[in-house]
């Protein structure tokens, strides 16, 4: 059975995804973004509780690889989507179309369970050295700033923007549901920050005051359950400089307004766990992210 009690590896909620198409007919639907660099399948799912037009939210999560609460956190809120029967859940599971995918840097993801447990980017070999920074990858403001140009480098941006076919085939996939987004969400650890844009720039995005709004109370919903603290902001000042993620390329290139990233569990003051959050806390951090969710949704419906 599954669960989340314990970290999975790929194929096991590969396999669960799918258990979840033919357990969930006409209501989940598999997707595939594209595949990585050793022919893995991006998989996610699709959610859609009811027949009509609806708004999209679309979630991404291990674009780094090493950042296991973070897949774990989307499989989470997938399975609340389809079982929850809290109210507002359950408003938010039926209003929208949901596009969830765990793990879109597969190969990466693998190499954390056999290799090395904090390898970070993709697994393409480049000279001696393997792999781009995926989050430093995609084509808007590429390789400007906070990123390397050097292979061996955790944040090598890559010899060109989309070089890797997981950002690549992911952000045709995202291209496709343009005009259908409302909300973009991505899943990094740790540090217990929610950014939103940019990151090449300190100079805010137009609508900045509505991306305060929906933070602040997203930030102040996180807390509720456990007293977790978040803080943050726009990616440049609150974090550092990077330039060529996926949030930033959303904003930018489908049509959707409002795109955050929750680098989830420990806090910064917690190096000494930093990507390697204990099992027993996926399930605390799986509710306040879903507590936190629920209230950006709503706050994004306030704006109308
Ligand atoms: O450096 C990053 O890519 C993220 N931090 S992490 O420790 N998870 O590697 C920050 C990402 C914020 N920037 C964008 N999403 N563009
Ligand atoms: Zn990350």
């Known amino acids: ?3 989340w009690t314990q970290y999975y590896e790929l194929d096991y909620t590969y396999r669960w995804l799918q258990q979840l198409a033919v357990n969930y007919p006409g209501v989940v639907t598999l997707i595939e973004g594209g595949k990585s660099y050793q022919g893995r399948s991006i998989l996610g799912v699709k959610i859609s509780k009811t027949k009509s037009e609806k708004p999209g939210i679309f979630i991404e999560a291990g674009i780094h690889a090493r950042e296991w609460i973070a897949g774990a956190t989307a499989t989470y809120i997938i399975n609340q989507l389809l079982t929850s029967t809290d109210e507002g859940v359950k408003q938010i599971a039926e209003n929208y179309n949901w596009y969830i995918f765990p793990h879109v840097n597969p190969d990466g993801f693998v190499y954390t369970h056999t290799t090395d ?5 993709t697994r393409t070999p480049y000279g001696s050295c393997f792999g781009s920074d995926p989050n430093r990858n995609w084509g808007f403001e590429w390789n400007v700033v906070g990123s390397s140009n050097i292979p061996c480098s955790d944040t090598y941006a890559g010899p060109s923007a989309f070089s890797e076919i997981e950002t690549r085939s992911l952000s045709e996939y995202i291209k496709s549901l343009e005009g259908k987004i409302s909300l973009y969400i991505s899943f990094h650890s740790y540090s217990q920050y929610l950014l939103y844009p940019y990151g090449h ?3 805010l995005p137009s609508n900045h005051e509505d991306f305060k709004r929906v933070y ?3 930030v102040a919903a996180i807390s509720k359950r456990y007293g977790t603290v978040y803080t943050g902001g726009n990616i440049y000042d609150a974090i550092y400089p990077a330039s060529g993620g996926s949030i930033d390329w959303a904003y ?5 307004k409002l795109v955050f990233c929750y680098e989830l569990r420990p806090s910064d003051n917690q190096p000494w766990i930093g990507f390697e959050l204990p099992a027993s806390q996926i399930l605390p951090t ?3 992210t879903l507590d936190s969710i629920t209230a950006m949704v709503n706050e994004v419906e306030k704006l109308g």
């Open 216 to 218: 602040d109370a997203s």
């Open 252 to 256: 930018e290139n489908v049509g959707t």
């Open 286 to 288: 799986g509710e306040e």
């Open 1 to 3: 059975s599954y669960d």
């Open 117 to 121: 447990r904090l390898w970070r980017k």
């Open 201 to 203: 720039t300190a100079t």
